[in-house]
């Protein structure tokens, strides 16, 4: 089984930083993609950044350009750096690992850290 927590969520101005950071354990190797998601109020939640073990990354549209996903694999963390962050990027952010168990593939998720764009 493999576990995720989220933090570094918080109050940012317009055109501020932010950088989130995911910490995975449990079966580190069974691990086969690490994302982050987010859900805004009365929305969908929806896919920001992937990055896929031995793969190239995947953006949404609305971030390319502004955010950057990394792994730090000695660490088992994931961080997800957020630039010119805009009001739109308010939402409750959440890690995802994507793992092999047994004979078939799992999910799991971290409980979200808010992330507030706002003057």
């Known amino acids: 089984q493999v576990l995720v927590v989220e933090s570094g969520g918080g109050l940012v101005q317009p055109g501020g930083s932010l950088r989130l950071s995911c910490a995975a354990s449990?079966?580190?190797?069974?691990?086969?993609?690490m994302g982050w998601y987010r859900q805004a109020p009365g929305k969908r939640r929806e896919l920001v950044a992937l990055i896929p073990s031995g793969g190239s990354t995947n953006y949404a549209d609305s971030v390319k350009g502004r955010f950057t996903i990394s792994r730090e694999n000695a660490k088992n963390m994931v961080y997800l750096q957020m630039n010119s962050l805009k009001p739109e990027d308010t939402a409750v952010y959440y890690c995802?690992?994507?793992?092999?168990w047994g004979l078939g593939a799992m999910e799991a998720w971290g409980k979200g850290t808010l992330v507030t764009v706002s003057s």
């Open positions: 449990g079966s580190i190797s069974s691990i086969r993609a």
């Open positions: 995802n690992a994507q793992y092999l």
